[in-house]
């Protein structure tokens, strides 16, 4: 690996499977600082295991504004700022940019 990333700070949203967990590994391989965020606690503590090196969990919900400052809290705790941010978890419906609201999506359960 090269360290491109070394010391870096990166946030991986929906880091704990598929895309965003890769994602983390990788930069994590490459020294980064890394915080993955996920709803399930079970899915972040396995996640916390295969991406290994400097790796923070935080559970959240990113669909809600409470959680993102939980997570922004939480990154500037141990950091004073954020290099990279790869925004992954997320759904929605298509709307123009200004039509869109923080109130969930109708029909759609949010899982705990």
Request: charged fraction near 20%; charge should be neutral.
């Amino acid at each position: 690996m090269t360290n491109r990333f070394n010391n870096k700070v990166v946030v991986v949203t929906g880091g704990s499977s598929g895309i965003g967990l890769a994602t983390a590994k990788a930069f994590s391989a490459e020294g980064a600082f890394v915080f993955i965020t996920g709803r399930r606690q079970e899915a972040l503590d396995a996640a916390i295991k295969q991406i290994g090196g400097r790796v923070t969990a935080v559970r959240g919900d990113m669909s809600k504004l409470a959680d993102i400052d939980r997570l922004y809290d939480t990154v500037q705790q141990k950091h004073a700022q954020i290099d990279v941010l790869f925004a992954n978890a997320g759904g929605g419906d298509m709307l123009p940019l200004g039509a869109i609201t923080e109130e969930p999506i109708s029909g759609r359960s949010t899982p705990t």
